[in-house]
């Protein structure tokens, strides 16, 4: 999917996220954040699958529907609902864990349970490849 319908689609699910943070405010389960961000995507006309399973291969082994993504938005974008204090390292490393297994290419972390929606927004990229071209990248 091109870069402009994948920031079409962040776009309108951080939009949801921020008009559900400031309507219910943190400190609710992950599960209710969830399900109304799921519906409120739903209403915008995005196809939204939640709990979704993660089926892959290591090491010879096959692991079957035991990883499930919180939520999957177009088919291309996971969303991984938090709902604590403060973000951990770990968070982020599940997410793109999840986006190499899942082989998709954006992940939004969004966690509910900071003050603000800003402060608990990170959003993920798998393999991106940069639109410049080398010579006009600040940091190569």
Same mark, same amino acid.
């Given at each position: ?32 954040? #969830? ?20 089926? %892959? ?5 096959? %692991? ?20 604590? #204090? ?55």
């Amino acid at each position: 999917m091109a870069s402009a319908g994948l920031d079409a689609i962040t776009g309108q699910i951080v939009d949801a996220a921020f008009k559900l943070h400031v309507g219910l405010g943190p400190g609710l389960l992950e599960s209710v954040y #969830e399900a109304v961000l799921a519906r409120e995507l739903a209403r915008r006309g995005l196809t939204v699958a939640r709990q979704v399973p993660i089926s %892959f291969d290591y090491d010879g082994m096959h %692991f079957h529907e035991l990883v499930r993504v919180d939520l999957l938005v177009e088919q291309t974008v996971i969303i991984e609902v938090k709902s604590v #204090e403060a973000h951990h390292p770990v968070h982020a490393k599940q997410l793109l864990t999840y986006l190499r297994l899942a082989d998709l290419p954006v992940g939004l972390l969004i966690n509910f349970g900071m003050p603000t929606l800003k402060a608990g927004l990170r959003r993920l990229v798998n393999r991106f490849d940069p639109s410049a071209s080398p010579r006009l990248r600040a940091n190569h």
